[in-house]
């Protein structure tokens, strides 16, 4: 497994897991569709991550990006 942090830019994986310790921004992002199973593309690296999942776009910091684990 790898991280979005480490996709290219306009990658597609499927999301295995979320391993952060701060359960407010998984909810955060659970409320977003960031769920294990969907499917996240890499929008943009620089100057934050830009992820989509669906029809939606996030922008994201790095330690949030380190912390999403794709397939």
């Known amino acids: ?3 979005v942090a480490d ?3 306009g990658q597609k994986a499927a999301i295995m897991a979320l391993n952060m310790n ?3 921004t998984v909810r955060k992002l659970m409320a977003l569709g960031i ?3 969907s499917d996240v593309e890499l929008v943009q690296s620089f100057p934050s991550y830009v992820i989509k999942v669906g029809y939606t776009q996030i922008a994201i910091d ?3 990006a380190s912390s999403i684990f794709v397939n």
């Open 62 to 64: 790095k330690d949030i």
């Open 1 to 3: 497994m790898r991280s």
């Open 35 to 37: 769920v294990v199973g």
């Open 7 to 9: 996709m290219q830019t």
């Open 22 to 24: 701060d359960q407010d």
